[in-house]
């Protein structure tokens, strides 16, 4: 199923109900760093991420260096942002929350 890449209100919209995350000023991607108390955390971060990933069949592009995780979410077959990078955004939210 190919998703619709959204326009830049929509993006801004979307991203006013997130905390902390951010368009890209080409407008390819949302964006954001996770701080966490160490490398642990971090890391159990991103393992729960990844399965939130996995279940959505949508991929992050993410950095970590020790407690950071730097994150940036676009959808390759649509050429920009779309829905799905909104929901893996939540997941990621939600999976933060619980570290
Ligand atoms: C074949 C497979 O469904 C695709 O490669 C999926 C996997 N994960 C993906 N993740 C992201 N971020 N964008 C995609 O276009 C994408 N495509």
Known sequence: MKQEKLGKEAITSSLAMLEDWTLE?????????????????AFA???????????????PEWFNVYNRVDVRLTTHSSGGVTALDFRLAEAMEKAARER
């Not at 000023?25 to 955390?41: P, V």
């Open 25 to 41: 000023d080409d407008g390819l991607a949302i964006a954001k760093s996770f701080k966490f108390k160490g490398f642990t955390d």
């Open 45 to 59: 971060f991103m393992s729960e991420a990844a399965l939130a990933a996995e279940r959505l069949n949508h991929h």
